[in-house]
């Protein structure tokens, strides 16, 4: 018949989920503390072993062999030292069991914290272990209490935090709702492990197909990059490993039904499934569905990527406040400018008027150099006929030459002209004669109606 001790372990054990080995291991590290505190010393070594089937406590503490023991905790004879082990010498150790007969009352309840605290350890323990490695797997739980900037999710063996930033700003929370939510991080607390989930995340989105869609797990189709904006509209890019298999057909499924249940879990987000390529102007014309494409031109060394659409067509291309160019941007991870036509017609023929009007200015610099270069004769040899011979200096024909003259020196000199008078000095001289006879003097003022001399000017 098992003792109540044993019976009090395996329903502790049943309670918290635990095996009854972990739950029997922190019992015995719980009675090592109390044992060790009244009848061992602090430093010696000891062990507690419980029988599984029975329930009976063993103590079993480290001794050393003297001659002659004076301190019976620490020390044993010789003759009491062989009984356990024959070949033992003085100086070694052994284990022999020293199991105390009343722990008392102190002790029983300081045995009953230690284990309750060591059962806590265990329990965290096995959660941590649990739920460490889950981080982006979905999980379901109920929603167990609501706190202005997080909900608590059971989750079973443990509550899960959903802080206000990983929850959908449209949709509403109820004290037991059952949700879907994603394992974002597991870490390990001062008051437990502490599971942070999300409702938000693109993992969780993933993770519906995945569980909705049995080609996911097959390894049939695969998805490649996830763009969402939670509670408004989403974005995934899937491709297929075979070539007979449309991968937006297996997730939209037979009349859409596949699509609809994750639809219905996200509370009418919206969802474009797109066909990915490793083409990247192809992949970028998909990724803007619904809206038709004309071209696109792609810059790699910047990573941006110019579309042009119809004009009637742009402001689907772009979304509402830009929604759809700004999930595609993410999805594909370029950076996308969209034109409508007109306006790449209008900036293609401003570019194509520009380099003409470059390239007329660089012929007019061009020409007059090159029609000079074209006109200038080459200059023609002279001929010797016309020069006269050369003599050497020194020679007698030489002196006989006629000497050099310039024009100063062969002009002949003119009749020197007298220097005429001024206007203001004939008046003078008028007014003068006019005085002494006044007939001259007046046919002299009719001579000054005459011009001057042009010196005068």
């Known amino acids: 018949m098992k003792s109540d001790f044993l019976l009090a372990i395996t329903q502790l054990s049943a309670e918290k989920n635990l095996p009854?080995?972990?739950?029997?291991?922190?019992?015995?590290?719980?009675?090592?503390?109390?044992?060790?505190?009244?009848?061992?010393?602090?430093?010696?070594?000891?062990?507690?072993?419980?029988?599984?089937?029975?329930?009976?406590?063993?103590?079993?503490?480290?001794?050393?062999?003297?001659?002659?023991?004076?301190?019976?905790?620490?020390?044993?004879?010789?003759?009491?030292?062989?009984?356990?082990?024959?070949?033992?010498?003085?100086?070694?150790?052994?284990?022999?069991?020293?199991?105390?007969?009343?722990?008392?009352?102190?002790?029983?309840?300081?045995?009953?914290?230690?284990?309750?605290?060591?059962?806590?350890?265990?329990?965290?323990?096995?959660?941590?272990e649990e739920f460490s490695g889950r981080e982006g797997d979905i999980v379901t739980g109920i929603v167990q209490r609501i706190e202005p900037r997080q909900l608590l999710i059971d989750l079973g063996r443990t509550e899960g935090i959903l802080p206000g930033i990983e929850q959908v700003?449209?949709?509403?929370?109820?004290?037991?709702?059952?949700?879907?939510?994603?394992?974002?991080?597991?870490?390990?607390?001062?008051?437990?492990?502490?599971?942070?989930?999300?409702?938000?995340?693109?993992?969780?989105?993933?993770?519906?197909?995945?569980?909705?869609?049995?080609?996911?797990?097959?390894?049939?189709?695969?998805?490649?990059?996830?763009?969402?904006?939670?509670?408004?509209?989403?974005?995934?890019?899937?491709?297929?490993?075979?070539?007979?298999?449309?991968?937006?057909?297996?997730?939209?499924?037979?009349?859409?039904?596949?699509?609809?249940?994750?639809?219905?879990?996200?509370?009418?987000?919206?969802?474009?499934?797109?066909l990915w390529s490793a083409d990247i102007t192809t992949f970028i014309a998909s990724a803007l569905s619904p809206a038709q494409i004309l071209s696109v031109e792609s810059h790699k060394e910047e990573n941006v990527a110019t579309v042009v659409v119809p004009d009637r067509q742009l402001s689907l291309a772009i979304g509402r406040e830009g929604q759809n160019v700004r999930l595609a941007a993410k999805l594909t991870g370029w950076r996308i400018d969209i034109k409508g036509a007109s306006t790449a017609e209008a900036e293609e023929a401003a570019r194509a008027e520009e380099a003409a009007i470059v390239s007329e200015e660089a012929s007019a610099v061009l020409e007059p150099v090159l029609t000079s270069a074209e006109t200038i004769a080459p200059t023609p040899p002279l001929d010797s006929t016309l020069l006269p011979p050369l003599v050497p200096m020194g020679t007698a024909t030489a002196a006989k030459q006629p000497r050099l003259r310039f024009a100063e020196d062969i002009m002949v000199p003119g009749p020197s002209k007298p220097p005429s008078k001024s206007r203001k000095k004939q008046k003078k001289d008028i007014r003068d004669r006019d005085g002494e006879d006044g007939g001259r003097g007046r046919k002299a003022r009719l001579e000054l109606d005459t011009p001057l001399d042009e010196e005068e000017y």
């Open 20 to 128: 009854k080995e972990v739950v029997l291991e922190a019992v015995e590290t719980a009675l090592i503390s109390v044992y060790r505190k009244d009848n061992f010393s602090a430093d010696q070594n000891i062990r507690v072993k419980i029988e599984p089937t029975s329930g009976q406590v063993q103590v079993w503490a480290e001794k050393t062999v003297a001659e002659q023991p004076s301190d019976i905790s620490s020390e044993i004879s010789l003759t009491q030292a062989r009984r356990v082990k024959p070949d033992t010498q003085i100086g070694e150790t052994v284990m022999v069991e020293a199991t105390p007969h009343n722990a008392g009352r102190i002790a029983a309840q300081t045995a009953k914290q230690v284990i309750l605290q060591r059962l806590h350890e265990a329990e965290h323990s096995a959660i941590l």
């Open 169 to 274: 700003p449209n949709e509403r929370y109820r004290v037991g709702q059952r949700l879907k939510v994603v394992i974002l991080e597991v870490a390990q607390t001062s008051g437990g492990p502490r599971v942070i989930l999300s409702r938000s995340h693109p993992d969780l989105l993933r993770r519906l197909f995945e569980m909705e869609v049995p080609e996911f797990s097959n390894g049939v189709i695969e998805i490649k990059s996830v763009a969402r904006e939670a509670g408004s509209r989403c974005k995934v890019a899937v491709t297929s490993r075979q070539a007979n298999v449309d991968p937006v057909g297996c997730c939209v499924g037979l009349r859409g039904i596949r699509i609809q249940n994750i639809v219905n879990e996200l509370h009418g987000e919206k969802i474009d499934v797109v």
